[in-house]
């Protein structure tokens, strides 16, 4: 069975870093694109980018580029959604996801993991 | 950057009635890669249409999905109770993949 388990949420202050992690289990992780798609009340749903773990391609939304970095270690079958400097429009729940193929609508979902930025 | 416009905001009706959801693109969607998902409170999304009339794994005959170019359909015949949750539409054929803002099923 195809899991994502993402890491728990976070609290944190303006400019500070954060790197949040996506497990993958129940598949060959590096095979597979994984990406990240970010939740707010007034944007809705927001595709981040998408990494390929076996070469690390990685395709970002021109709206995100620079603003995330998207990153995975296939030795733990983990990808991470990593900020440099953290504002407060960060805040959303961030879901990973695993489209079946490239280009591919999101069949599998961890369970999210909100990130609060607040001074 | 495709902009996909849902409508209507909220859709009321009775289990048992049949919902018709409209989606339209600001531009033509390159293969009619066009998804839908359900969302119920404090879950994921879940893949329920992809290619714009397939349905996903597990999901029942129930749910159907129909348009191309530009104008999108998700019908959900026999309304189940389980099936009032918000809908989003995205098209996964241009970069970036978008979604539209969504429309609210809800109890009549």
Do not use: M
């Not at chain 2, 849902?6 to 009619?32: I, K, Y």
């Not at chain 2, 359900?38 to 249409?49: E, S, V």
């Not at chain 2, 998700?74 to 989003?88: C, G, H, K, M, Q």
Request: charged fraction near 15%; glycine fraction near 12%; proline fraction near 6%.
């Amino acid at each position: 069975e195809v899991q994502l388990v993402q890491s728990g949420a976070e609290v944190k202050k303006p400019g500070e870093s954060l790197k949040i992690s996506c497990r993958g289990s129940g598949y060959n992780f590096a095979n597979y694109w994984i990406g990240w798609v970010r939740q707010t009340p007034g944007k809705g749903l927001e595709w981040l980018g998408i990494l390929y773990p076996i070469d690390s391609d990685t395709r970002y939304n021109p709206s995100f580029q620079g603003q995330v970095t998207i990153s995975a270690d296939n030795s733990i079958s983990t990808a991470y959604l990593h900020w440099g400097s953290l504002r407060a429009s960060d805040t959303a729940f961030y879901y990973c996801v695993r489209p079946f193929g490239f280009p591919g609508p999101a069949q599998y979902w961890g369970q999210g993991t909100l990130v609060t930025v607040s001074s | 950057e495709i902009v996909l416009t849902q409508s209507p905001g909220t859709l009321s009706l009775s289990p048992g009635e049949r919902a018709t959801l409209s989606c339209r693109a600001s531009q033509s969607v390159s293969s009619n890669y066009l998804a839908w998902y359900q969302q119920k409170p404090g879950q994921a999304p879940r893949l329920l249409i992809f290619g714009a009339s397939r349905r996903a794994t597990g999901i029942p005959d129930t749910f159907s999905g129909s348009g191309s170019g530009t104008e999108f359909t998700l019908t959900i015949n026999r309304l189940d109770p389980e099936d009032f949750a918000v809908y989003y539409c995205q098209q996964y054929g241009s970069s970036p993949y978008t979604f539209g803002q969504g429309t609210r099923l809800e109890i009549k």
